[in-house]
């Protein structure tokens, strides 16, 4: 049985009440501004919710190896991991919005939204149950969909809403077929129950269990950014607003992968299916078409955007192979918190040259590190990080 103090409701009562609570309060207030106001307010809320976290894996309060539960929802370590990774990243994207929200009105709702979107995010990870996973998932997608559209005035920030919203209606649709027939096959939605289900399958069975891995691996993969499922991602990455960008590149990419670990690799693992080949070449895939079109980019934000498509293949070459060595989901993991505080920071960075300078052009960023020497210094660290080199 879950307790009330656990890490996943916690996080629900701190981030839900306060994302709830700042568009009341502007409608109380009857304000457009205070930007400062709500951003402190979110920020602040963010710092309590890592601060929790940490609290209890100090305590040792969460289950070092529990990735299945009877519950809804489990207090883990893992999925405390990625709770700490999308909370370091939504601070990055509020810190980040501060000064382009000076330009912006409905500040409050804006702030919520993040914060809302951050909950979706923070329960796909800890979700050990197939409906609860889709609820989060959608709890997660529903205000990314707003937050890209939030320049309504600015025809490309509209078509990147338009696009991301119908390729995500596609994947979770796709994964709602998938977990329907993962029900119809085992008779539940516990993903435990759902795994240990497909290692007892009867034969005349399976090519139903391997759709409903592959509706997965597609409907996941969207959000991943994995080739041949990453054609909304440029345009989208292009026209949102820089700190939601880094929240969709470092975050929400995130989720994809904490959902895809519980239920794909140890769905593979349940088939006794060796699929090592085939999430190879699409990692493969995956690398080779996010670094050759990255190189071809002028715009700053196409060319990360491309880049994350790249490191989802990283990412995905460890988990190929973690069903037999656990050093592949390790290093997996480790990318992935590596590319999450990166990558964020990279976009961040992006955020204030725009608001700044006006310029996404990489030719126009000439004499950088006069103008904005920290950010340039910011930027230099992300993108020697996530390209590996040493320190």
Known sequence: MLEITSTPLILIAILGT???????????????????????????????????????????????SALFSDDVIVNDAFGGFFAIAMLIVALFTTVGSFNYMRKHNSPAVYYSLILLATIGMILVAYSTDLVMLFVAWELMSIPTYILVGYMKKNPSSNEAALKYFLFGALSSAIIVYGIAISYGLTGSTNIGEVIEGYSTLDPSLLPLALLSVGMFIAGFGFKMGLVPFHQW??????????????????????????????????????????????LGIIAVMTMTIGNVAAIMQKNLSRMLAYSSIAHAGYILIGLAVAPYSSLGL??????????????????????????????????????????????????VISLFALAGVPP
């Open 18 to 64: 306060v994302g709830v609570i700042l568009p009341i309060i502007s409608i109380a207030r009857k304000e457009k501004g205070s930007n400062s106001f709500y951003a402190v307010i979110a920020f602040a809320a963010l710092i309590v919710s890592m601060a929790y976290v940490g609290y209890e894996f100090i305590n040792e309060n969460v289950a070092a």
């Open 233 to 278: 991602l440029p345009d989208t990455y292009e026209g949102a607003p820089s700190p939601v960008t880094a929240l969709l590149a470092a975050a929400t990419k995130k989720a994809g992968f904490a959902a895809a670990i519980r239920i794909i690799v140890l769905g593979m693992v349940a088939l006794n299916l060796d699929w090592t080949l085939a």
């Open 330 to 379: 390790q290093g997996s993991l480790y990318q992935i918190f590596n590319h999450a505080v990166m990558k964020g920071a990279a976009f961040i960075a992006i955020a204030g040259i725009v608001t700044t300078l006006a310029v996404t052009h990489i030719d126009k960023l000439k004499g950088l590190g006069r103008r904005m020497p920290i950010t340039a210094l910011g930027m």
